[in-house]
């Protein structure tokens, strides 16, 4: 049995708790943490609409860790480094391993030297396991593309899209993506930093090349709006023809002048309205060329929350330090 | 720089060799075995079709082994854990580390359990790391199935498909295919044992059963003649209509009485002229579902010569025992 804590009850977290509660004959959930009011000291069962669990979620992550015992942690507070590195010393030194799905922390050796480093050495030195996993950065755009790479003899270059449909999503999302704003809107939205397009592709795009032996100059990421022709609606936005659908982000990896590593993840609502397939297509410029597509495309939540509870087993014995899905054994589904 | 010796110098062990002096950064290669009459003492890189390389096709792997001081020997000569076994023996004993295509090898866990466990023993007592791969098995339906997997809360049922040509194919793999036969000596050959399909379903069958934790009851073969409608031509054979154009090879895996997994190999010359679309096609039944397509197919030869090249480093690096590729870190090009 494996006790695992999760810490962020979001929609992320809330998946994953529910996953962890799925397969109770290897994890056992011993705590929920978040600091939001309107969750704090609620039972986390009831929280997701089914029966009492017994385990309420706690606001005082230093105390709950201690008294809980854990073996691992599940980090799912926040996508970025700077917000979930606290978080990540505490678990460490407290010798509990960890898994999150911050994007940034997918691979961040490059991106952020310093802060990587530091958890690697902390990890090593408190016997803890640390690794960054998720569906996107964490799987479609760089561990899939690095194990189909296997296959060849020599890459030359590597194209890939990753084509999904946003309107399942929430408000956040819409704004984020900039859903439903005029293309004047999205490029103000762009610059002020609200309308953020994808994270990850920094990370994903730094893996491939490591793990290929490219050093790349330099990468480069594209943000556009996808400006809808026709009519589309959801729950949450409605968007007119000329006003923006989603937002088309596209990150590519300089090797001596030339586009080696060219990812593309048009992200938009009601995307078939305009006879776009969702999916994911991965293309490999090489010996052989390698063209593969995933139709429809993974979905991107249950993916995540699917990665980070089946990678558990595999972080829990892992020798101690920070890795990436690039230094780990192939994954696998802990089908319990 | 990695010592490497390639054992067996028919087509895979030729392109093997190519391959590894294609990267001559990283690989070194210091000697080729092989017993045919017609290659021995001959220069590798004469009998390749290329300039001389002042490496002469030795006889004596004993003597080759000892001298060469290689970091690992690829071995290429035979696709049964029965022929191998010795050759593997003599290679571990004497602490060197080995890649193998024997098909049978790529997972013999199951099927061959005492000589694994030998050749684990011997593995780890002369300090030498052993691992089986190639594109299928070792790739296709079984590494790239399993990572897959991955993205799965649940897998209830794994279908996959490898559709492939045999049209560049020799004489030799026209006979072990039934490929020209009528469908009476198609049958008449499978009793025989001269017709036999593709080798690895039990392989790739049992890697992934068991990275899904699925302990199952039996495994199923089913080999059927592909019956021609049209005429098709190779260079080496004729099939009429109503002849055998190829084999279409099952292979099932049991649960509780339930088809768990499923995969097939129909192997066919032109295929095209039936409206058969070659491609690699895996589908996971579970939550999500997952639907992938590589098409065309990866090619055989190639990537069962990459396959072997790439894992060269990782081999060297890992620690000493008899392993799958499900339990190395995720494979990749060695991009050189």
Redesign the interface.
Known sequence: MIRVIVWGFGEMGKGIVE?IL?KKSVLELVGVIDVKPDLVEKDAGLLLGKEKIGIRVSSNPEKLLDEANPDIVILSTNSFVENVLPQIEMIIKKHINLITIAEEMAYPFHTHPEESSLIDSLAKRYGATVLGTG?NPG?VLD??I??????????KKIKARRVNDLSPFGPTVMKTQGVGTTVEEFYKGLEKGEIVGHIGFEQSINMIAD????KLEKIEEIREPIVSKVQRETKYVEVKPGMVAGCKHVGKGYLNGEIVIELEHPQQIRPELENVETGDYICIE???D???????E??GG??T???A???IPMVVEHKPGFYS?????????L??
């Open positions: 996953n799925s569906i799987f561990t899939l690095i194990t189909l790479t296997a296959v060849c003899k020599k890459v793990a290929l032996g490219w090489g010996e052989p390698i063209n593969l597509s995933i139709k429809p993974i979905p249950t993916g929350i699917a990665m509870v089946n990678m899905m690039k230094d780990f054994p192939i994954p696998r589904c089908n319990i």
